[in-house]
């Protein structure tokens, strides 16, 4: 009892422990791309997002909010590949550079609901009691929304700003993130290892935070990246209905909406363009989650 | 039995009362949270301090917070969800005239999806690894990456500008035709009370593309769940009995794996029905429809603020009311069920 104790308090045991099972990992990893390429390409599309978010600027050959409307509305073509707005503006650096501003937002969104949503649920899901009850109440209340009508009502409330999509995007998120760790901290509350850790002198919170909120980390990076993609489109979705972000800022929601205006005369590419974009996006995180889901949860691969 | 199952629903209309409690006090302090001063914006441009403080007392305002709680409640409990400064009308009206549409469109939208999401999902389940299971993982995967507003355009661009075989995607019903006498607000169901099949067709023709638009946007979840529980129920112990008692494959499918596959299905139809009714405000603004989601965002666009609200509560009862429907309807299908365990 005593040499149990002592190697659970003992921090370098946990190190070898952990660097035993990433080098684990790793084989793992290897093995699951291996097996699955989408996966593997699906990292690929997550860099092209990356690096288009981190470099859009510099790589954008026009300046996308200089208008010009001697070269209104042309098709695309060599000079302007993805052909210029109603007025003038190159659609294509348009589209490229409104990547940073797209994942900022539901980066920003998912990770404010990552954060909150944790801590909610490991409070709920660790001491229980009226705690979990009222937790439980307000989520369930959350959820008896439709969820993108309830982040309408909340920018309505909260005032029309790009910050206020993020908190209303994180906020008809929590529910889901608050739920996953309340459910994996209530099954290991009193196992084994968290009972050793807290005969072992350490308090409430560290034993949550530092024994039983990790195990948590795996289910939630899955619904991370599925949440990104999610995110993204209830962001574009108001942006489309006129909240958020407005004109002339590039986003795609804004451009596709638009856009919408000279579909029905046959400019197709003002308002396809961008929408590809947003579907590639939410396309990447997708792949990107269900390749996560095989790589942390064998039993789930579809 | 009936005593039992009676027990069972009354239990579950009792639980949702909470739920129902909690959405209105969120539209509460939606209404409350609201940026500026009502009054201000009641008492219009040329009100002094003496005429909004009287807007004020008029709308309630100067009271306690827990006042106007009660004083909210006792409206909604009348049906009153205040004044739209857009429309002038009150907001339950404008709402009633409009829910039709919406409706229509989305009840249209979900048969549709669920005609073919069921079929391909059981298709694909028990022919793994053929091409329809292969066509229904990429619809699966694709049909999620698809902002519903998006897939609307494209269709238009395709179905309207380039074949010209769709009407101008403006509304429920083309100007050559006369709207038809209002009894259900379905112009659907209206038009084929009154017999008019030629004004039937022209509303059914308007409904094509924004109900595909939003079945397109459902089919994702449903026909991955299908699959999923539909190849779950059939690697269970009771197909391999039902098999080696020498079952026909037909009975075996239908008779006992569908059913019991049937319920993770209709919990999904519910979240989807939740996906359904945000996607309808997306979808209404593209196809220019009169239903409630595109009022909502007129209103949003000149910070009508009553009618948003309304708008948000009106949409949550429906959905809190719809997720009690879905569950009475598993006491029906799965006797099993019950809701003490919840």
Known sequence: MTDFISSTANPTEPDVLVERTSGGFFDHLIYVLRGNPITL????????????????????????????????????????????????????????????????????????????????????????????????????TIMAFPLFVLAMGIVAALGNTVENIVYATAVINIPFYARLVRAEVNIRRDAGFALAAKLAGNSDIRVLAFHIYPNALPPMMVQVSLNLGWAILNAAGLSFIGLGVRPPTAEWG??????ANF????EWWLAVFPGLALMFAVFTFNLLGDGLRDLVDPRRRT | MMPGRLKTILLRISQSIPVLIGVVIVSFVLTRALPGDPAVYFAGAAADENSIAEVRA????????PEQFLVYVSDLMRGNLGQSLSTGQPVTQDLAQR??????????????????????????????GSWIDHLCRVLVTAGVSMPTFFTGIVLIYIFYYLLGIAPSPLGRLDFIYIEPDRVTGFYLIDAAIAGDLETWWGAAKQLILPSITLALFTLAPLARMTRASMLSALSSDFIRTARSAGL????????????????????????????????????????????????????????????????????????????????LTYTAIDPRIGFASR
């Open chain 2, 248 to 327: 026909t494959e037909g009975s075996i499918r239908y008779t006992y794996a569908f059913r019991n596959a049937l319920l993770p299905v209709i919990t999904t139809l519910g979240m989807v029905f939740s996906f359904t009714l945000g996607a309808n405000v997306l979808v209404e603004k593209v196809f220019a429809w009169p239903g409630i989601g595109s009022y909502a965002v007129e209103a949003l666009v000149v910070s009508d603020y009553a009618a948003v609200q309304g708008f948000v509560l009106a949409m949550a009862l429906l959905f809190v009311g719809l997720n009690l429907i879905i569950d």
């Open chain 2, 99 to 128: 829910l039709p549409a919406s409706l229509e469109l989305t009840l249209i939208a979900l048969i549709l999806s669920c005609s073919i999401a069921i079929p391909l999902g059981i298709l694909a389940a028990t022919r793994p």
């Open chain 1, 41 to 140: 390409i699906a990292f690929g599309m997550f860099a092209i997002l990356v690096i288009a978010a981190i470099f859009g600027p510099l790589l954008a050959p026009y300046d996308p909010a200089v208008s010009n409307v001697s070269i209104a509305l042309q098709a695309p073509s060599w000079q302007h590949w993805f052909g210029t707005d109603n007025l003038g503006r190159d659609v294509f650096s348009r589209v490229l550079i409104a990547t940073r501003l797209d994942l900022l937002i539901s980066v920003a969104a998912v990770a404010l609901s990552f954060v909150i949503g944790s801590m909610l649920g490991a409070i709920a899901g660790y001491w229980g009691g009226w705690l979990d009850s009222i937790l439980n109440r307000l989520f369930d």
């Open chain 1, 263 to 266: 579909i029905v005369s046959g």
């Open chain 1, 254 to 259: 804004i451009m596709v909406a638009e856009g």
């Open chain 2, 58 to 65: 008029q709308l309630g305002l100067d009271k306690s917070l």
